[in-house]
C-alpha cells in the first residue's frame, strides 16, 4: 500500500512541477509577441511613414518590383552583381554600347576594354585552367572547355585597370592575352 501511495504523491507533484512551466511558457511566448509587436509600432510612430508602409504593404509583386526598379533610378542606385564574375560580365555588357558612344563624340582615352585569351602554353595549361576558373566563377569542367577553346572572349567592358591585372596575371602563367 506504501508504494502505490508514494507513487500517487510522485505523480502528483511531477504534475504540479510541469503545470507552471507551461503556463508560463506560453505566457512568455505571448509576451514577446506582443514585445514584438510593440516594438513596431514604436518605430513607425511617424504617420508619414506608416502611411507609406500601409500602402506599400498593399502592392502587388509586380508593383513592388515596379517601385524597386524606379527607386534605383532616382537615387541612382546601382545593381549589385549576384554571382560574381560570371554575372558581373553579361551585365556589364549591354552598358557597354552607352558608353561608348559617349566616348566617340568627346574623342577621350578608352577606359573600358574587352579581354581576349589567344593560346596558352602546353605545360602551363593547368594553371590557365585555375586561373580562368577563378576569375570568371566558371566549373572546372567549364574552365578547361574555355581555355581549349581558345582563342575566347574572356571579360567585356572591363576598366584598365583590372583588364591590366588579368593581362598581367595569365601572361604570367604562359597564356597569350590581348586587350581591345
Do not use: W
Amino acid at each position: 500500500m506504501s508504494l502505490s501511495c508514494r507513487y500517487a504523491a510522485q505523480c502528483c507533484a511531477r504534475q504540479l512541477r510541469a503545470a507552471p512551466i507551461r503556463a508560463s511558457s506560453s505566457l512568455l511566448q505571448h509576451q514577446r509577441m506582443t514585445r514584438r509587436y510593440n516594438s513596431t509600432d514604436a518605430a513607425a510612430a511617424s504617420p508619414k511613414i506608416s502611411a507609406i508602409v500601409d500602402q506599400i504593404s498593399q502592392l502587388t509583386l509586380l508593383e513592388t518590383a515596379d517601385l524597386v526598379a524606379s527607386l534605383k533610378s532616382r537615387l541612382n542606385i546601382p545593381d549589385l552583381p549576384v554571382g560574381g564574375f560570371a554575372a558581373a560580365a553579361p551585365a556589364a555588357a549591354p552598358a557597354a554600347p552607352v558608353e561608348e558612344e559617349e566616348a566617340a563624340p568627346a574623342a577621350a582615352e578608352k577606359t573600358l576594354f574587352s579581354v581576349k585569351l589567344m593560346s596558352f602554353d602546353a605545360g602551363s595549361k593547368p594553371k590557365v585552367i585555375k586561373e580562368v576558373k577563378n576569375m570568371l566563377g566558371l566549373s572546372l569542367v567549364d574552365s578547361k572547355k574555355f581555355v581549349e577553346s581558345a582563342p575566347k572572349m574572356m571579360k567585356e567592358s572591363v576598366p584598365k585597370d583590372e583588364a591590366e591585372k588579368i593581362v598581367a596575371t595569365l601572361k604570367e602563367l604562359g597564356a597569350v592575352v590581348t586587350m581591345e
